[in-house]
Structure formats: structure tokens, C-alpha cells
């Protein structure tokens, strides 16, 4: 521990607007001797234990930096040394096409710290969204008990010197969770011109990507992968009915009487007698034709 952070402890602690929070009333310090955390006495909030890296100590007073406060200046400028460094690497591949597939290493590494800040960031904001809120809940509390001191005056319950103590105390109060909210909003607006760099700085390579995606799906046959729907008006009833071809004619099939005299009788035994029949028949037959 170094002579100035032991001159740190009895110290009055402020906020960065002059507001007094407590007094420091010891530390918390590591194995090698640094300070981790200080202990603030804040009062009827009880005993806070606040990072080191979130007090200045300025003269005779301590200066408490909130948290959003450094996390939202550690975002903006990782997020901003990227950014240059991802632009210079496009210039340099831009410039010399052999060097494409060196940068192509670094290239992805950068991408992948951009994407990591980005979960940083969606943090961030959840406790810039936060804090603003706690900010306007103050406004409104201030508002109120200089509203009430008005009324207090008016009615002659309480004294003219009373009400501006009251009225000065508020308008301090207002002031400053004015400035704050004010930074807060020039942080949030930081952040978003910075997201809106980085999208314009990957919107050429993405567009290329999307390009060609394109042209391998037109390349092949399209495909329909929905079905028609089916007619959903119902059928008039009045509609032209159907005309049914009429079925070819087939003749009507022999009867029993037919059948029986063509069909071929068996052959009979050759005898005499048969065969001069066979052959009485077999001359009809030919005079016949």
C-alpha cells in the first residue's frame, strides 16, 4: 500500500456532481498490498464497500465515479480501437490483393472482438436504461418536497427562510440529476453512432456474402415448396352438369343354343360306315361353297 492510498482513509467521499455520500473508513487490500475495495460509511445506508478503481482522490475530498460511468468509457474505447483497426486491415487488403489470406486471420479476430463488445454492450445499456429510471424517480421526489414546501409557505406553516433552504436544497438535487441524465443520454448516443459505424464498415463484405448465396440458389431449378390451396367458394349448383360419353355397343353374348352347335364334336372311330359318311359330308360341304 502506498503512502497515497493510506491518505485515502478519513476522507470525506462525493459524488461527481458535489454530492456527499460518507466518509472512508477503511480498506480492502490484496495479497501483493493494492487496494481492492474501500469501506465508505454512508450513513443510515449502512457500510458500503466501493471498487478502488471507482474513487478519485482529488485534494482533501474522494471523488465516487459510478460504474456505468467506466464500464460505458472502457466500451467506447475497446469498441472505437477495434473499429479503426478492422478499417485499417480492409485498407491494406484493398491496396494489395496478395495479402488477402494473411489479413484473413486477423480479419476474423477482430470480428470476433467486435461480437464480444456487443454482448458487453447489451449489458451496458440494461443499466443505462436502469440508472435512468432511478435518475427520474429522484426528479420527481424533488419536485414533490419543493411543492410541498411552496404549499407549506403558503399556508404559513412554515417560514420564508425554511422554504428556500428547502428550495435551494431541491434545486441542487434537480441540477444535478439534470447533468447526469444528460450524460447518460450523450453515452447512450455515443454508442449507438458507433454501432452505426460498425454496421456501415461490415455492410460491403456482408453484402458480398449475401450476393453470392444469391446466385447459388438461383443456379439450381426452383423448387415450390408450398402447394396450391384448394378453392375454398363452393360449387354452383347451377353449373353445366357433365355430358358422359356414350359406351361403345358390344354384341350380346350367344346363348346356350348357340354355344352347343359350335362347339366341334369329338372325332369319331374310323370304320366303314364312317367313313363313307365323313366323306358324303366332307363333298356337301365343298358344293356348299
Given at each position: 500500500m502506498?503512502?497515497d492510498d493510506?491518505?485515502?482513509?478519513?476522507k470525506?467521499?462525493?459524488?461527481?456532481?458535489?454530492?456527499?455520500?460518507g466518509?472512508v473508513v477503511g480498506?480492502?487490500?490484496?495479497?501483493?498490498?493494492?487496494?481492492q475495495?474501500?469501506?465508505?460509511?454512508c450513513?443510515?445506508?449502512g457500510?458500503?464497500q466501493?471498487?478502488?478503481?471507482?474513487l478519485?482522490?482529488?485534494?482533501?475530498?474522494?471523488?465516487?465515479?459510478?460504474?456505468?460511468?467506466?464500464?460505458?468509457?472502457?466500451?467506447l474505447r475497446?469498441?472505437?480501437?477495434?473499429?479503426?483497426?478492422?478499417?485499417?486491415?480492409?485498407?491494406i487488403?484493398s491496396?494489395?490483393?496478395?495479402?488477402?489470406?494473411?489479413?484473413?486471420?486477423i480479419?476474423?479476430?477482430?470480428?470476433?472482438k467486435?461480437?464480444?463488445?456487443?454482448?458487453?454492450?447489451h449489458?451496458?445499456?440494461a443499466k443505462?436504461?436502469a440508472?435512468?429510471?432511478?435518475?427520474?424517480d429522484?426528479?420527481?421526489?424533488?419536485?414533490?418536497l419543493?411543492?410541498?414546501a411552496?404549499?407549506?409557505?403558503?399556508?404559513?406553516?412554515?417560514?420564508?427562510?425554511?422554504f428556500?433552504?428547502?428550495?435551494s436544497?431541491t434545486?441542487?438535487?434537480?441540477?444535478?440529476?439534470?447533468?447526469?441524465?444528460a450524460?447518460?443520454?450523450?453515452?447512450?448516443?455515443?454508442?449507438a453512432?458507433?454501432?452505426t459505424?460498425v454496421?456501415?464498415?461490415?455492410?460491403?463484405?456482408?453484402?458480398?456474402q449475401?450476393?453470392?448465396?444469391?446466385y447459388?440458389?438461383n443456379?439450381g431449378?426452383?423448387v415450390?415448396t408450398?402447394l396450391?390451396?384448394?378453392?375454398?367458394?363452393?360449387?354452383?349448383s347451377?353449373a353445366?352438369?357433365?355430358?358422359?360419353e356414350a359406351l361403345?355397343?358390344?354384341?350380346?353374348?350367344?346363348?346356350?343354343?348357340?354355344v352347343?352347335?359350335?362347339?366341334?364334336?369329338?372325332?369319331?372311330?374310323v370304320t366303314?360306315?364312317?367313313?363313307?359318311?365323313?366323306?358324303?359330308?366332307?363333298?356337301?360341304r365343298?358344293?356348299?361353297?
Amino acid at each position: 500500500m502506498t503512502r497515497d492510498d493510506i491518505d485515502i482513509i478519513g476522507k470525506n467521499v462525493k459524488d461527481m456532481y458535489g454530492t456527499f455520500m460518507g466518509k472512508v473508513v477503511g480498506t480492502i487490500t490484496d495479497i501483493d498490498g493494492s487496494i481492492q475495495s474501500v469501506g465508505v460509511d454512508c450513513g443510515s445506508q449502512g457500510l458500503q464497500q466501493i471498487q478502488y478503481e471507482q474513487l478519485v482522490v482529488q485534494g482533501e475530498v474522494v471523488i465516487f465515479i459510478p460504474k456505468w460511468r467506466l464500464d460505458s468509457q472502457r466500451l467506447l474505447r475497446e469498441k472505437q480501437l477495434t473499429l479503426r483497426r478492422l478499417k485499417a486491415l480492409i485498407d491494406i487488403v484493398s491496396e494489395n490483393d496478395d495479402m488477402k489470406e494473411d489479413a484473413e486471420i486477423i480479419h476474423e479476430k477482430y470480428k470476433s472482438k467486435l461480437a464480444s463488445l456487443d454482448e458487453i454492450e447489451h449489458e451496458i445499456k440494461a443499466k443505462l436504461e436502469a440508472r435512468m429510471t432511478e435518475l427520474d424517480d429522484q426528479m420527481k421526489s424533488a419536485k414533490m418536497l419543493l411543492f410541498d414546501a411552496k404549499v407549506q409557505y403558503k399556508s404559513n406553516e412554515i417560514s420564508e427562510t425554511t422554504f428556500e433552504t428547502v428550495k435551494s436544497c431541491t434545486s441542487e438535487v434537480i441540477e444535478h440529476v439534470n447533468h447526469e441524465t444528460a450524460e447518460i443520454s450523450n453515452v447512450q448516443r455515443r454508442i449507438a453512432d458507433l454501432d452505426t459505424e460498425v454496421q456501415s464498415t461490415l455492410a460491403p463484405q456482408k453484402h458480398l456474402q449475401d450476393s453470392a448465396v444469391s446466385y447459388l440458389d438461383n443456379s439450381g431449378q426452383i423448387v415450390q415448396t408450398s402447394l396450391p390451396e384448394a378453392p375454398t367458394e363452393p360449387i354452383s349448383s347451377s353449373a353445366t352438369p357433365f355430358e358422359v360419353e356414350a359406351l361403345p355397343h358390344f354384341p350380346e353374348p350367344p346363348t346356350e343354343t348357340e354355344v352347343r352347335t359350335t362347339v366341334p364334336q369329338p372325332p369319331q372311330k374310323v370304320t366303314s360306315e364312317t367313313s363313307n359318311d365323313n366323306d358324303n359330308d366332307w363333298l356337301a360341304r365343298m358344293e356348299a361353297q
